[in-house]
């Protein structure tokens, strides 16, 4: 393996840039070339490729987003827009590719691996969704966002009858919600894996207004419904003022955290440590505090599943 | 002049804190006793009042919020109400009121007034909406809080076809939404006090898209309109992909930025000045980096206008 | 057991507060009263002893600092002290004690079990050095803090000779100079546990002056030496500008991150649990994103040691 | 005037990209080419100038540091080297320069207009000490760095006898320690301008301690002397422990303020409009909120003074 390439597919994470550079800088230390393909898998299509130095790496570590960028490509979803692909980097004469982004970008790889490329990837998305890897690049960062903002709201000091409902990213996964939730002591989390009952809602924050609580703040993933609409039911149960914050793409931004840069680091290292090896159809993943590879197969074959006892911590904690 | 009371009313502003630290220190400065009123004119009429001691509102500078809480208070627009205000004070025995808040807080001080008690008022809202001011304390830490989201958005690198509106408070002044879009490089910036044209906005983003652009941001001041709607007739006209963050009550909170606590600081302190100068019917503000007195009717009598010129600006450099 | 009580101990850390409330809440949840002990054993000998409530912990979760205040306490170190604590708990009729602080707050909790008095230990301390625990709660925190200041100095785009020295907090342990120099890109890291040369040192800062960067960062745990003199050394081994940065105690405050909330939110409640389980002479730890019951004496006898692997890591992709 | 050119120079100051966005956009704006020249003085004399487009300034306005960078130049002080800098100008056909830095680059652009070649200077430094002017660019920036930074050391909750002392940038001007201490309430802001006490500092720290405050903080600007040197003295003085924090180059960072990227933006379109209205040998200034032109003579025969009523202000509010 003299050659090997790196994109960033799928919607982008913070640490991404940290994980590419983590490629860029071991694959020359283990005396590869690396290059750098643009815009994902329709970049690759279109051969927008280029051949990244340890200096195009440099001051990136810190930046949210992808100088990589992504997109989507519904070409590279046929067998035709693959075989370009594949031809592309026979092209380059790159001998593997490794695939920063989520599940679905996974399964593309595994394709062109299927098509006889040798591919690893790196599981880079906010949502933390991706099963076989305790944690993604990404969420950390995007927990710390949406607890900086909830802190905000909890900072306006009024009168007791009033709700905040924030609702978060996470189509799916309730991961996001569920671990801000937690953090910022949430009085209500909903996610997509655990049904809500408006009443517990409604019984909940009457409960912290009889206690004296200043405010009430419900989190809400935006797999589970509007968070305007949600809101304005809340308001209708319990005729309090009720205001809503909906995030939105403030949570794929912002400088990743040193949590995020360190888990990009080991990730992106491990990537190319497994295309050395000879492995492929693979990808990097941490388990208990180690970075290790595990089959696309194994991975594709769980169910992600968030953490629950923190669900029933949080319930705790927020009485 | 020997004993005098701080209250905050309306919405919470960051560095309100540091205005009534301000009032309490340069109070006892100049010999006074400083008492405290909690929840607004609704804690004044049932004599939630305390005295304040140099340590009460030690620590409480960085914080954003008010330690002495707000509320809105219906009993306090009837002059019966306002009546039982009068009574508490003269039962507290002091000799003047310094209101934090904004417009309607101040109408509210100036009623007393008229009953014979003399008010100051410290304009305090996030709005920056006061006629008679330069900068209300707040406002800088909201705008601050804004770009500091909107920094996050740029961040995210994917297609050129994307837009992302963002919803900002005002509802009737577009000052958040003009300073913010300024300072942000926003393509455009709706705001009440200029009405806008939907096919302005899409040919700005198709220029801005032909041009090779990222991305698109546009703010909305919630005067305008629900962001929601703006962001799907956007989506309609344009066909491209438009995201959408409503910021809420997170511009409301945070700890105060140095220009918000410089101000507060020298407002409070002024507010104690002008009292002990037998001024009355007043507000404290600053011109021309000048902190002076205003006559409540001076101020009144204008309307608030942002700076214009802003708005022109953004416009030249946002191509 | 009715009645447990909590006290936070040694320097502070972010996410204490987070803690805390997890016990008082965990704790009322489970039925039992719960005490706070103000300023760590100073305060528990001399029985500064109150009633938390559901309340009294609420809006800290997000709080830097502890609640409870901390201090150091020779008297503690006596056997006559710690008789004197024991007794004060056994006045306040407590059952059992949970003592949130670093290595020497535990070696203290030991002793008051050995006298009899069960004792759980939660680790609350930035350095990250404890036995037997994979984390402690501050260390993410500390380590984000750190970077975000080096983010800043990264943006100063000057001449290529320029070195930036940092010094950050780790007398005996180098993690939060390993972690955050891993995370930040740094050229150098100079940890306690790894012996330095200056001479590769000034060879890796020629060899990144050559390769064009414009400008070169060391990390120097202050258990290293003064960051002042070793920016003196490389100062006049180079001939380059080197400006120092000593961060001091920036890095013990800060809101915590989701990381430490969640963190000391699950080690809080667990420390209730364990009480109520029976357990005493123990230490809460987490392993493997578990978290679990570890003796103390287990923990005493392992020596810390950060992630080496980590350090080999941060070598290879600063080149 | 057909063509401008614009160099930022000296140390760098958050903002200084946004001025150069405004340059270039409003440049654009106005029918004008516009082209950056690198590296200040040094990359002038070098021709070290390209030519820059609406794209060139894209996603620029909110990073810290300058896309054009700055570096010394001893060359640019001999009369040969202006004469070089000037040929290299008429060579690329530039009809004017705008230099965005601080006094010293000032100077040295009123030498080239001596020589006949027209520039504008806008103020873009963190130390606020350009005399002319309320504010220069990167100030705000660099205050709310210091405030963030001190309120972590605020957090910290310990015992009653503990000073932290934070140096801060000033050589010469004391604005950043005034308006930071101002800001964060420092019990003691040491600045160049006034002749500090250790006597004093060292009483109002002992009325601190008896008023039972927690921490004491005094602000030093570096002019004054080394903040190590006198938390020594203050440790003699006191037998406190003395903690010391040296900000360094952190505070030349971070993505810029709302303020300053808005200043910014107005003094850098003001800059092209005096190029365009024939003006040269001045500099930008913002004057009671109004962004005007002034003589760089005018300028330079006043002395920059900080706003000593803050100083008392200060005073009267850490008692």
């Given at each position: 393996m003299k050659r090997i390439a790196v994109l960033t597919s799928g919607g982008d994470a913070p640490g991404m840039n940290a994980a590419i550079r983590a490629v860029v800088r071991s694959g020359v230390y283990h005396g590869l070339e690396v290059y750098g393909v643009y815009r994902g898998y329709s970049g690759l299509i279109q051969g927008d490729i280029k051949k990244l130095e340890l200096g195009s790496v440099g001051d990136i570590i810190h930046r949210g987003g992808t100088v990589l960028y992504s997109a989507r490509c519904e070409e590279f979803k046929t067998e035709e827009g693959r075989q370009k692909a594949v031809e592309q980097l026979r092209k380059h004469q790159i001998d593997g590719l490794i695939v920063i982004g989520g599940d679905g970008s996974f399964r593309g790889a595994q394709k062109l691996t299927a098509l006889g490329f040798p591919t690893i990837g790196v599981p880079g998305t906010i949502d933390n969704d991706i099963p076989g890897t305790d944690f993604t690049i990404g969420f950390d960062t995007a927990i710390n966002t949406v607890i900086e903002c909830i802190d905000k709201i909890r900072d306006?000091?009024?009168?007791?009858e009033r709700t905040y409902v924030?609702?978060?990213?996470?189509?799916?996964?309730?991961?996001?919600?569920?671990?801000?939730?937690?953090?910022?002591?949430?009085?209500?989390?909903l996610i997509p894996e655990a049904p809500y009952q408006l009443d517990e809602i409604v019984e909940r924050l009457k409960r912290g207004g009889e206690r004296g609580k200043k405010h009430s703040i419900i989190i809400v993933a935006e797999g589970v419904g509007s968070?305007?609409?949600?809101?304005?039911?809340?308001?209708?149960?319990?005729?309090?003022?009720?205001r809503?914050?909906?995030?939105?793409?403030?949570?794929?931004?912002?400088?990743?955290?040193?949590?995020?840069?360190?888990?990009?680091?080991?990730?992106?290292?491990?990537?190319?440590?497994?295309?050395?090896?000879?492995?492929?159809?693979?990808?990097?993943?941490?388990?208990?505090?180690?970075?290790?590879?595990?089959?696309?197969?194994?991975?594709?074959?769980?169910?992600?599943?968030?953490?629950?006892?923190?669900?029933?911590?949080a319930k705790i904690l927020s009485i």
């Open positions: 306006t000091a009024t009168s007791h924030v609702e978060v990213m996470g189509r799916d996964a309730g991961d996001i919600a569920l671990w801000a939730g937690l953090a910022d002591g949430a009085e209500s989390i968070g305007v609409e949600i809101g304005e039911k809340i308001k209708q149960a319990t005729g309090w003022e009720t809503v914050t909906v995030l939105g793409h403030v949570q794929r931004g912002g400088s990743p955290t040193a949590f995020d840069r360190v888990l990009a680091s080991r990730m992106g290292a491990k990537a190319v440590e497994l295309l050395l090896a000879g492995e492929r159809d693979k990808m990097v993943a941490i388990r208990d505090n180690e970075v290790v590879g595990v089959d696309f197969d194994v991975a594709f074959s769980q169910k992600h599943q968030p953490n629950m006892s923190l669900y029933e911590l």
